[in-house]
């Protein structure tokens, strides 16, 4: 899937779950700095951090990829 795409999905899921960008960074573990960037498109997600950010937003992999 393409960084854009990734990243409005997961902009789009942790608004929707009414989370902040810091707020989301404090669950996953990822700086708030680098939560940025992903949300952005400007890097591209490891698997390791996709589920983190999945983990906490209560939703599949499968599902923040738009599978």
């Known amino acids: ?6 990243a409005s999905r997961i902009r789009a899921f942790r ?3 009414g989370l902040t960008q810091q707020e989301l960074a404090a669950g ?3 700086s708030l ?3 940025g960037t992903i949300e952005r498109g400007n ?3 490891s ?4 589920e983190r950010i ?4 209560n939703i599949s992999v ?5 599978k």
């Open 28 to 30: 996953t573990g990822i």
């Open 1 to 6: 899937m393409e960084n854009v795409q990734l």
């Open 47 to 50: 698997e390791q951090e996709l």
């Open 54 to 57: 999945a983990s906490v937003l």
């Open 43 to 45: 890097r591209k997600v």
């Open 62 to 66: 499968e599902e923040m990829q738009g």
């Open 33 to 35: 700095a680098i939560l």
């Open 15 to 17: 608004k929707l779950k």
